[in-house]
Structure formats: structure tokens, C-alpha cells
């Protein structure tokens, strides 16, 4: 069984962002997996999950501003605070100040978890509302593939 496994719960109904949720998912039980694999493969997959924050907080905020969401400098000092952790976690790993351990992980386990059900999951019927009136859909919004 996964560290973090992905549910049904966590779903917004919205394609692309739920694709990327459970990206992160995907990449913070990689990071589980190989808390014992070594340094370099440790910090190559908490390189690729910095990189992956910031493209997936980018394309929230950007489809929260267009929809007019009216808590988006909220939801966004919420991404700021997490991903200013996240690089400092991965400086102090990379400088051998830090490690990857079993505290660690649970912190961004219940992070993720409470970040998509609660506020991403406040956002999604005004998104929907947007989407519905401009015809416009999220994957023309999103970066994927990374």
C-alpha cells in the first residue's frame, strides 16, 4: 500500500488539476519509497517535486484569477508559505543539514491532503461557473507533461 494513497476524496472534478494532485501524490510516495535509496536519488525527486509545485501552484493561481475567485491572495499566500518550506527543506537537504524522514513525510502528506480537500475544493464550483460561461477548459490552462 502507498505512503499516500490517491482517493476518490480527492478528486475536484476538474481533469488536469486532479491529474496534477495526484502527481504530487505520485511523487511524494516516490520520496517514500526511496527515503533509504540514497542521497542522489533522494534529492533528484525532491528536485523534480520543487519544480512540480511551483508549475501546478502557477496553474491554480492563474485559473483562480481568471474565474475571479475571490480568496485567491489567501489560496496563494497558502502556496507561498508551502513552497518557501519546501525549498528551504530541499536547501538544507542538498547542504547535508536535512533529511527526508519519516516527520517529514508526514507533514507533507497531511499538507497535501488538507490543501486539496479544503481550499482547492473551494475554488472548484466557481471555477466550474467560469468554465461553464466562457467554454473554456482547464487543460487549454495547464501545463502537463512534466
Not at 511523487?27 to 533522494?42: C, F, P, W
Not at 496563494?76 to 519546501?86: I, N
Amino acid at each position: 500500500m502507498p505512503f499516500l494513497p490517491w482517493s476518490a476524496e480527492m478528486v475536484i472534478d476538474e481533469g488536469p488539476i486532479d491529474g496534477q494532485h495526484q502527481q504530487l501524490v505520485t511523487s511524494i510516495n516516490d520520496l517514500y519509497d526511496q527515503i533509504d535509496a540514497g542521497e542522489a536519488k533522494v534529492g533528484a525527486i525532491l528536485d523534480y517535486l520543487v519544480i512540480y509545485v511551483d508549475i501546478h501552484f502557477a496553474d491554480e493561481e492563474r485559473l483562480m484569477q481568471l474565474s475571479g475567485y475571490p480568496d485567491l491572495d489567501t489560496h496563494r499566500d497558502e502556496h507561498r508559505l508551502f513552497t518557501a518550506q519546501l525549498d528551504a527543506l530541499s536547501a538544507a537537504f542538498h547542504r547535508g543539514e536535512a533529511k527526508v524522514d519519516q516527520k517529514l513525510m508526514e507533514f507533507l502528506k497531511a499538507w497535501l491532503i488538507n490543501h486539496i480537500m479544503g481550499t482547492d475544493r473551494d475554488y472548484a464550483p466557481i471555477l466550474k461557473a467560469w468554465r461553464a460561461k466562457t467554454q473554456i477548459t482547464v487543460a487549454d490552462l495547464v501545463i502537463e507533461g512534466l
